[in-house]
């Protein structure tokens, strides 16, 4: 019976957020129940970048593509685990050249980020000569452990390269108890439309 693991982060009001900031932190609240001889129900209120989700295009490009104009086809095969958590800073090309990566692979990128249930300030982000590497070679996907796939940059981009290619980016996966290697991949953004972004619950399928 082959493994399933759950890599998506526990929707919680608890939970990292980006920054830390108090207004992107998700609200749940209860609006009836069975004290008021109701079923019981709960509002949830928050950001579509909250835990892990799918960034759309137009997240980043003025008149970019929205969050349904990603097909499934995409997010759902096969993929690898990328061990690059004895990166420190930035996950540049020559830290990807000897992962011999291939067109139309779906990457996950392992770091120390899977390893904190705290948001890092400097957490390890995919620097612009790396997203540039990935975007000529054609990939798939670009999916990481950090609740962004970059920081410190001006003008984002590591973002924008990606979209421009064609890539998938998924952020706020968690990837602890994930040996690298490959796995079948499913990754599941709620069905919404005309936005930025959605949340996902990720899989990995393997041994």
Known sequence: MPRIYDISMTIEEGMQVWKNYEAKKPSITNVQNHDQGK???????????????????????AGGATIETIP???LVGPARVLDLTHVKDSITKDDLVPFNIQKGERL????????SEEFLMDFVFLREDGARYLADIGIAVAAT????????????PTHRTLMRAGVVIVEGLRLKEVAPGSYWLVIAPLKMTGIDAAPARALLIGD
């Open 39 to 61: 079923p019981h129900e709960s509002l949830l209120t928050m950001n579509v970048h909250t835990g892990t989700h799918v960034d759309a295009p137009l997240h980043m490009l």
């Open 72 to 74: 499934l086809e995409q």
């Open 108 to 115: 996950l990128f392992k770091t120390s980020s899977s390893y």
């Open 145 to 156: 452990d950090a609740l962004g796939i970059e920081r410190a940059q001006a003008e984002y």
